[in-house]
């Protein structure tokens, strides 16, 4: 049975910062491409953060030089590091994982169940 089980998430201030974790199982974690999603009420599912199976990473205008993926195929996890949290940064995180491409909105092999970060000003 394949599992993404996030954790890391929580409440904090403005300008705090948090590091959320995704543990898989039951898949060949060095294969997968990894990506973090987040979702907040009333609006779209956006990607945040991708990391490649080779170690790739990358993050959209919106969050570049605050929030920083990297993997640890060793244990099976991915990290999302977010620092100079703001309000708007307020959703629910995802990590999903695909294999032979990466995942987008629309096509991830496996999501996980969700992290909720809040950021009060």
């Known amino acids: 049975q394949v599992q993404l089980v996030e954790s890391g998430g929580g409440s904090v201030q403005s300008g705090g910062s948090l590091r959320l974790s995704c543990v898989a199982s039951?898949?060949?974690?060095?294969?997968?491409?990894l990506d973090w999603f987040r979702q907040a009420p009333g609006k779209e599912r956006e990607m945040v953060a991708i990391?490649?199976?080779?170690?790739?990473?990358g993050v959209p205008d919106s969050v570049k030089g605050r929030f920083s993926i990297s993997r640890d195929d060793a244990k099976n996890t991915t990290y999302l590091q977010m620092v100079s949290l703001k309000p708007e940064d307020t959703a629910m995180y995802y990590c999903a994982a695909q294999i032979l491409a990466c995942p987008t909105v629309k096509r991830a092999l496996f999501w996980g169940q969700g992290t909720q970060v809040t950021v009060s000003s």
């Open positions: 039951g898949i060949v974690f060095s294969r997968f491409c």
């Open positions: 990391i490649t199976k080779s170690g790739d990473a």
